[in-house]
C-alpha cells in the first residue's frame, strides 16, 4: 500500500521537483498540494494523506500554525518540515507544534524520501545537523521557571518579551518564532496589561533591568 504525501509549499519548481522525485518510487503516492497554510489544513481535512511536507515560510498561515491546527484536530498525518531555516528558532518551534520530522530544502533526495517513509511508520526523523541543534540544546542549562523574574506571564509572553527588549519589532519577532504578525500584536498587549506598562519603551525598560534581552 502507497504512502500517501500532501506537499505544502509555495514554490511550483520546488513542488514540481518533489514530485518527480517521488514518481520513481513505488510505495509512495502525490495526492495533492497546497501553496498555503490554509489550503494545507484543508488538504488534510478533506484527503487524510499519511504524510505532509511542510515548507515554513507560506502565504495567509505559515508552516508552522498549520502544523499546530493539523496536530490539534487529532489528524494521523505525520509532518516533516521542510525549509529552507535551520535556525535553532525555526526547529523547536516545529517541535513544540507537532511535527515529526524536520529537513532543510537542501537535504539529498534521498534523505527525504526515506524521511517520508520513517515518519510513516511512526518515527521521529530530523537531519544531521539538525539533531546537532537538537542535542545541543538539551545540554544546555535551562534557567528554570523559578528564575523567571515575571511569572504571570506564559513561556510564550516571556519569548516575546525577551525579543523586545533586544529591539526586535512585531514583524521580525513573528518571523522567529514563526508566528503570525497579529497573533504577536496580541501577545505585546497581553505583556503591557500583567507588567502595567503603558508603551515598548517601558516594557524594555523593565525587561532589561530583570536582565532579559542582553548576551
Known amino acids: 500500500m502507497s504512502i500517501r504525501v500532501l506537499i505544502a509549499d509555495d514554490h511550483p519548481v520546488f513542488v514540481s521537483g518533489l514530485e518527480i522525485t517521488f514518481a520513481g518510487c513505488e510505495d509512495i503516492e502525490v495526492i ?27 502565504p495567509q498561515r505559515n508552516g508552522i500554525e498549520a502544523t499546530r ?29 507537532g511535527a515529526r520530522g524536520y529537513l532543510v530544502k537542501g537535504a539529498p533526495q534521498e534523505r527525504i524520501i526515506d524521511a517520508v517513509r520513517s515518519v510513516a511508520a511512526g518515527d521521529l526523523v530530523f537531519g544531521q545537523d539538525v539533531a546537532s541543534q537538537v542535542l545541543a540544546f538539551f545540554a544546555a542549562p535551562r534557567r528554570s521557571r523559578n528564575d523567571n523574574p515575571f511569572p504571570d506571564l506564559t ?33 505585546v498587549s497581553s505583556i503591557f496589561a500583567k507588567l502595567r506598562v503603558a508603551d515598548r519603551s517601558e516594557a524594555i525598560v523593565r525587561a532589561r533591568e530583570a536582565g532579559l534581552g542582553t548576551p
Not at 32 to 57: C, H
Not at 71 to 96: K, P, Q, R, Y
Not at 166 to 181: F, M, V, Y
Open 69 to 97: 491546527d493539523i496536530v490539534a484536530s487529532g489528524s494521523s498525518t505525520a509532518i516533516v518540515v521542510l525549509t529552507m531555516f535551520d535556525d535553532d528558532e525555526s526547529v523547536f518551534t516545529a517541535m513544540a507544534a
Open 32 to 58: 495533492g498540494t497546497a501553496s498555503d497554510g490554509n489550503t494545507a489544513v484543508a488538504g488534510v481535512a478533506e484527503l487524510a494523506p499519511d504524510v505532509v511536507l511542510m515548507d515554513v515560510r507560506m
Open 155 to 187: 513561556d510564550r509572553e516571556t519569548e516575546v518579551l525577551e525579543r523586545i527588549a533586544a529591539g526586535h519589532n512585531n514583524q521580525r519577532i513573528a518571523n522567529a518564532l514563526a508566528l503570525s504578525e497579529k497573533t504577536v500584536r496580541n501577545h
